[in-house]
């Protein structure tokens, strides 16, 4: 059995589905459509750039969405690609959407609000330069929960993302965060800090789920035909009130990545199909399920190459 994968923030480039864009008249459409939506030429942006506009998460997150959107549609139209031929959807944090987007539960033009809205909630509910993001490399869990411990007396500082073995996000106040980074290196611990423009998935966006609740409330999600696997339970959902809720919760809680990647193979799953820009994902399901066959499509050649 099979399962659909969708790249969440880190995955932007600028150009990203211009080959697609060139050659597909339903991609222009969707740009289009994207364009009037939110107001503003966000195709511009993602064709063109600048790159520090395309960086503003108001603006990354419904850019993904756009692109991963367009692909799939592509897949649909000219390619075969037929919804029950895959048992799960699954994005990684905004990926989520695209996921809900491209199963059908929830409309395109809903999803971009609704990632405009969350990109800007997210900015606004920690200042500038008072939150950070740290990578964690090559270390066990609970050797990270125990330096952790030890800089929450600075401020918040929790595991935003369990990426794969070895991959793990921290977020918190940047006093903390920058803390836990002395800590590894006395400790001969890796670490990499990420240029983010806030702290994500941990306690200090309860703020910006609390107006995400007020954005995604009244908006109509349809029952699902595949099962969407959630960031927040790394299990099936299919529940569109509880997707809903879930959704919520994610903005402030961890992604549990790998934890969804290896219930999805406990249930069957033996080949992932990666559908957006970049090749993040990919590359973290060989790191969780090694013989799991794996293909990322954000290119012509790739679909020619996965849909024979």
């Known amino acids: 059995m099979k399962a659909l994968l969708f790249p969440g923030q880190g995955s932007q480039i600028v150009g990203m589905g211009l080959e697609f864009y ?148 921290i977020s918190g106040n940047i006093n903390a965060i920058n803390n836990l980074q002395k800590i590894l290196k006395v400790n001969k611990k890796k670490s990499i800090p990420l240029p983010v423009s806030a702290p994500f998935h941990c306690s200090l966006m309860k703020n910006a789920a609390t107006k995400m609740k007020e954005k995604i409330n009244p908006i109509s999600f349809k029952k699902l035909n595949n099962e969407i696997i959630s960031n927040v339970t790394a299990s099936s959902e299919k529940d569109p009130e509880k997707i809903k809720k879930l959704l919520v919760d994610q903005i402030y809680t961890k992604v549990r990545w790998r934890e969804s990647i290896l219930y999805m193979s406990k249930n069957g799953i033996s080949e992932f199909i990666e559908i957006g820009p970049g090749k993040v994902l990919s590359g973290l399901v060989k790191r969780i399920i090694k013989e799991s066959k794996v293909n990322s499509i954000n290119s012509i050649d790739d679909i020619k190459n996965t849909f024979k």
């Open 22 to 169: 060139n050659k597909f008249e339903i991609v222009k459409n969707i740009f289009d459509e994207a364009d009037e939506k939110l107001g503003f030429k966000i195709s511009k942006i993602i064709l063109e750039g600048p790159e520090t506009d395309l960086k503003l998460t108001k603006n990354t997150q419904p850019a993904i969405l756009i692109v991963s959107y367009s692909i799939y549609s592509v897949l649909k139209k000219d390619f075969g690609l037929k919804e029950e031929d895959y048992k799960y959807y699954a994005g990684h944090s905004l990926g989520e959407y695209s996921a809900l987007v491209c199963s059908g539960s929830l409309d395109f033009k809903d999803a971009l609000y609704l990632l405009h809205e969350r990109g800007k909630a997210m900015q606004e509910a920690v200042p500038l330069g008072e939150g950070g993001m740290l990578a964690v490399l090559g270390s066990q869990m609970d050797e990270i929960n125990t330096f952790i411990n030890e800089s929450k007396k600075l401020g918040i500082c929790e595991i935003a993302n369990d990426n794969a073995e070895g991959q793990i996000i």
